[in-house]
């Protein structure tokens, strides 16, 4: 009984061990990623930064490079989406643009600010829409949030008169400028440098306001002669 109970302890301080490692790996990649780019950094890079003896310590707990990078995405997706529903939860009856848009903006910002000071995330996630060969999987998440695909099509009923061309045009635009908005930010401060506004609830308001003007700025060219054109 007593070599049974004894083992259970090993066994669970094993597991402790585990997870810690496994968690500051996750901490570590996020991190490097955030600051060298995804492609310039290894498994090696992690494992050293980390202080994992054990070369293989990475791959053991993520797999290859994909792996651990949707292991990091999931690491905030997961929360930022369960923050997105609630506000989607709490709509009234008739949304405009503007409170779509800020289902959009705020859960994200929020997630940011409750992470505290220093973040990476912003920073991380910028370089995974901008990497080809990575961005796949942010679109892979966001295809997993039913709150997500309900901001979407709200947003959508209400500039429904633009067209489509157009509209995927904008949401392009709009992506870029939200994720390198947040990222813009995560990196001054970082580095001690001073932003335009003093928090992130208030920085969220600079970029909602800045979508809903991208939203309802006037369609000056057809779209196709603007796909003609050379």
Known sequence: MAEAQQGGTRGRARAERGDASRQLI????????????????????IGEAAG????????????????LVRAVL????????????EMVDRLCADPGLRD???CLVRPSTDHLAELGDPTWFARFRAQIVTDPAFRELALEDGARSAALRRVVEGLRGCVADLPDA???????????????????RERALSEGRPTPRATWHDAATGIIDALVGLWRAPVTEPPAQAAGAN
Do not use: K
């Open 26 to 45: 996750l901490a570590t990649a996020e991190r490097l990623f955030a600051e060298r780019g995804i492609a310039a950094v290894s498994h090696r890079h």
């Open 52 to 67: 994992q003896r054990n070369s293989a310590a990475v791959g053991y707990h993520f797999g290859v490079r994909t792996d």
């Open 74 to 85: 999931r690491t905030h997706s997961e929360p930022i989406e369960q923050r997105r529903a």
């Open 100 to 102: 779509w848009v800020a």
């Open 166 to 184: 157009v509209y995927e045009e904008r949401r392009a635009m709009e992506v870029q400028l939200l994720v390198h908005g947040c990222a813009d």
